[in-house]
């Protein structure tokens, strides 16, 4: 009920996991808890006495992926900690949101991961502004922006275009021809028009159909050198969903098949992007098989209802805050945080009375961390061909002990002695008990990246060492036993350390 009172039971999307129980009652399991959160505090938050607050959970969250993939990169069932902001006003939200944004960059840090906090679309939570925390890795699923000039970062999705507008006279070749109508037999794509009638993509305008909210029917036009970004086109119309129209769809609106369709004629609204402005002499569909229109011009022929930044950023674009050049490169996302603004608790009147004793809506910003993904993503930055090297916050032991002969009574005395002593520093330590041969006990402390490794031979114990070895050095030290604990207390502590945290937006 919820779900339906927020209105996303119906346009969440297919990762939403829906069942009917005995009763054939709908059901879902929770994908991210924003409705939960705030039905919680209506029924308990009614002044602004009681706010700013913050609510926090780990908790097992489930979504339909179409593909799992990458262990605990992209599972059906994952954990996560949400946490929920409840505010006043906008200047309170914004004091939330950054003080979040300060959190999360301490953490991460302190995983000792290597990271970027970069803009990012909102998508399915909602909201008018966000960041995504992007741990710096090849093989991460999205492509990340950077500037090499200034601060600004963001992710594809979100990436603005530098729009330089062009006058009348800069763009027009010659004068203004009348429209011409040419043959294309079977020739769909950019590739084959361009081909077919000597031209460069930039000349042919891409009428894109597609249908908005599931319902709406708007055609869409772009550059052909150009691809669609949906979700800055959501973003515009202000609509929860944007997908291509099917080709019956296309065929009732146009009158052709996919491939031939225009703008010239259309009874249905149109919005372009940016990059068309001031442009002139376009060659586009002409809404008939086998033909395309040359000539084109915008107000002429058509008019556009609503021009906006609806393209994916190219390399050779300049950043949209300083004119500077960008960088392409890619990260695994593992946090993500929202400004959720009255979104939430208008549909679920979410109200409080504020000091004039009226009331208002409840202003809501929403965090979450992926706790399984950091482990995946830390190992994506931190292994070598013998395996993981986990950073120390991380790992799940700081210390491995392996003594190499444990029939021997000294060995495994001293071996014992040195994690009791660990241990009651609180350090986590890993014993090899195991009766295992020494090169066994080698690879697996390597296998599983654990960060030093203390090694407990019969020739060292009779001459007072032991042998100390970081997983991410080569080289080992002989450090006698009597100084071994204080030395990996001082160990630990420096590799724990990390740089200060970046807390600016």
């Excluded at 037999?185 to 009638?197: A, C, Q, R, S, W």
């Excluded at 042919?204 to 909210?213: A, F, G, N």
């Excluded at 070598?384 to 002969?405: H, K, S, Y």
Aim: net charge negative; aromatic share 8%.
């Amino acid at each position: 009920e919820l779900w339906q009172e927020s209105g996303r039971w119906d346009y969440y999307g297919k990762e939403l996991l829906r069942f009917k129980d005995r009763h054939n009652r709908d059901a879902c399991m929770g994908p991210t808890h924003e409705e939960v959160i705030t039905d919680l505090v209506r029924k308990e938050i009614h002044s602004y006495k009681q706010m700013p607050i913050n609510f926090y959970q780990i908790q097992t969250k489930f979504r339909d992926e179409i593909r799992p993939r990458f262990g605990l990169m992209r599972g059906r069932e994952f954990i996560m900690k949400d946490a929920y902001s409840f505010d006043v006003d906008g200047n309170s939200a914004n004091a939330s949101y950054q003080k979040m944004f300060e959190a999360y960059t301490r953490i991460f840090e302190r995983c000792g991961l290597k990271f970027r906090a970069v803009e990012a679309d909102t998508g399915s939570i909602g909201g008018n502004y966000s960041h995504e925390f992007m741990v710096l890795a090849e093989t991460g699923e999205d492509q990340i922006i950077n500037c090499t000039k200034c601060s600004y970062a963001a992710n594809l999705e979100r990436a603005e275009v530098l729009y330089e507008e062009k006058t009348p006279e800069a763009d027009r070749h010659g004068e203004m021809g009348p429209l011409e109508e040419v043959e294309t037999p079977d020739m769909k794509t950019v590739e084959e028009v361009i081909g077919f009638l000597h031209i460069t993509a930039d000349r042919l305008m891409k009428t894109l159909l597609l249908l908005v909210d599931g319902k709406e029917k708007v055609a869409v036009l772009i550059r052909g050198d150009h691809e669609l970004n949906e979700a800055k086109l959501k973003t515009l119309l202000g609509a929860q969903t944007v997908e291509m129209a099917p080709e019956s769809v296309v065929r009732e609106i146009t009158g052709a098949p996919v491939g031939f369709a225009g703008p010239v004629g259309l009874k249905i609204r149109i919005v372009a992007d940016n990059a068309l402005k001031g442009m002139h002499d376009f060659v586009t569909g002409g809404n008939r098989k086998d033909l395309h229109l040359k000539q084109v011009e915008i107000n002429r022929d058509f008019r556009i209802e609503l021009f906006g930044d609806l393209r994916t950023i190219l390399p050779h674009d300049k950043c949209p805050r300083c004119g500077g050049d960008i960088t392409f490169g890619r990260g695994i996302e593992v946090g993500h945080i929202f400004k959720l603004g009255t979104k939430y608790s208008l549909a679920l009147n979410a109200v409080f009375l504020n000091e004039e004793g009226k009331e208002q809506p409840i202003i809501m910003g929403c965090y979450g961390i992926g706790v399984g993904r950091i482990v995946a993503a830390a190992i994506e930055q931190n292994n070598d061909e013998n395996g993981i090297v986990f950073p120390v916050p991380i790992a799940p032991f700081e210390v491995t002990i392996l003594p190499l002969q444990m029939h021997d009574a000294a060995v495994a005395e001293t071996a014992e002695k040195i994690y009791n002593d660990l241990s009651e520093l609180g350090l986590d330590v890993l014993l090899d008990d195991r009766d295992e041969r020494a090169g066994v006990k080698f690879k697996d402390a390597d296998l599983l990246g654990i960060p030093v490794r203390i090694t407990v031979g019969s020739r060292g114990v009779k001459t007072g060492t032991v042998e100390v070895k970081e997983r991410a050095e080569t080289e080992s030290a002989l450090i006698p036993i009597e100084e071994v604990v204080l030395h990996l207390q001082e160990k630990i502590k420096s590799l724990a350390s990390f740089g200060e945290p970046i807390t600016n937006l």
